[in-house]
């Protein structure tokens, strides 16, 4: 079992950046794939990037490519976001999750609040 906590949500303009960390409990935190997802008001939950267990292989949403991008290092049991460019619409809680199957999440954390505001 793994317990996660983000970290590093706020408040910014738009075009302007943040890093979100999930720190991640238990030493088995290297056998998980990770990822992160979103929830805007009013709308269902959103995949945004995934990473695989090395970290040699991630995958992101259409939305954010190009402006986002998922790191863990597994020696500190820690992932991370680094987002650049943001949004008014990447305006979300944002929530990091894990899993023993690569799409299939079973851990989530408690999110974090990012806005961008125009």
């Known amino acids: 079992q793994v317990q996660l906590v983000e970290s590093g949500g706020g408040l910014v303009q738009a075009g302007g950046s943040l890093r979100l960390t999930c720190a991640a409990s238990?030493?088995?935190?290297?056998?998980?794939?990770m990822g992160w997802f979103r929830q805007a008001p009013g709308k269902e939950r959103e995949f945004v990037a995934g990473?695989?267990?090395?970290?040699?292989?991630?995958t992101y949403a259409d939305s954010v490519k190009g402006r986002f991008t998922i790191s863990r290092d597994n020696a500190k049991n820690t992932m991370y976001l680094q987002m650049n460019g943001l949004k008014p619409e990447d305006t979300a809680v944002y929530y990091c999750?894990?899993?023993?199957?690569?799409?299939?999440?079973?851990?989530w954390g408690q999110g974090t609040q990012v806005t961008v505001s125009s």
């Open positions: 999750a894990a899993g023993l199957f690569w799409n299939n999440y079973n851990y």
């Open positions: 238990g030493r088995t935190y290297s056998t998980y794939h």
């Open positions: 990473i695989t267990r090395s970290g040699g292989s991630t």
